[in-house]
T-cell receptor, first 114, second 113 residues
Framework: KQEVTQIPAALSVPEGENLVLNCSFT??????LQWFRQDPGKGLTSLLL?????REQTSGRLNASLDKSSGRSTLYIAASQPGDSATYLC?????????????FGKGTLLTVNP | DTEVTQTPKHLVMGMTNKKSLKCEQH?????MYWYKQKAKKPPELMFV???????INESVPSRFSPECPNSSLLNLHLHALQPEDSALYLC????????????FGAGSRLTVL
């Protein structure tokens, strides 16, 4: 059974810092990995999707990397801003069988202080 | 239109009521999902519809009844719920099963009294 772990559970940084969020998964046979952002009481917003054949994806100040063999992904946020404050979740889709199901980590609660 | 729209945003119901949550997308997505999310927890998958057919039911109690009348619309019918069913219910869609980005709606906040 796939298990996804995110470290740290919470992170507080001053504005302007570069930071890294970590995601690990136990079964490396994945189809893809997705990073989401969730604001309190709201739905999830997809940030980046990395297919299993890719090593990284970039969007603006965000860069996500994937090391499938070691079961790890990182989300790098450059020059953090207070508006980046949210919960960040990673989710994986396993290859083989049903490709419909995402397994989520518990998330990292990020606070960026002005 | 690049959105998944969920209504109502908030719903309060008693344990004997019957109500429904509605989800709509006009992006031509053929996979639609219902998730349940409790506070400070990740979303839990409930149901998946693929090409308007139920493809996954994660052993959800029968007091939750999904329906997919057409490729743009997904409903979740609620009957005889328990207070522990209070949660944020999220709808999501994908172009085709497993292939791409999962797009979420803003959610329906359900409170069962």
């Amino acid at each position: 059974k796939q298990e996804v772990t995110q470290i740290p559970a919470a992170l507080s940084v001053p504005e302007g810092e570069n930071l890294v969020l970590n995601c690990s998964f136990t079964d490396s046979a994945i189809y893809n990995l997705q990073w989401f952002r969730q604001d309190p009481g709201k739905g999830l917003t997809s940030l980046l999707l990395i297919q299993s054949s890719q090593r990284e994806q970039t969007s603006g100040r965000l860069n996500a990397s994937l090391d499938k063999s070691s079961g790890r992904s990182t989300l790098y946020i450059a020059a953090s801003q207070p508006g980046d404050s949210a919960t960040y979740l990673c989710a994986v889709v396993n290859s083989g069988g049903s490709n419909y199901k995402l397994t989520f980590g518990k998330g990292t609660l990020l606070t960026v202080n002005p | 239109d690049t959105e998944v729209t969920q209504t109502p945003k908030h719903l309060v119901m008693g344990m004997t009521n019957k109500k429904s949550l509605k989800c709509e997308q006009h992006m031509g997505h053929r996979a639609m999902y219902w998730y349940k999310q409790k506070a400070k927890k990740p979303p839990e998958l409930m149901f998946v519809y693929s090409y308007e057919k139920l493809s996954i039911n994660e052993s959800v109690p029968s007091r939750f009844s999904p329906e997919c009348p057409n490729s743009s619309l997904l409903n979740l019918h609620l009957h005889a719920l328990q207070p522990e069913d209070s949660a944020l219910y999220l709808c999501a869609s994908m172009i085709q099963p497993g292939a791409n980005v999962l797009t979420f709606g803003a959610g329906s906040r359900l409170t069962v009294l």
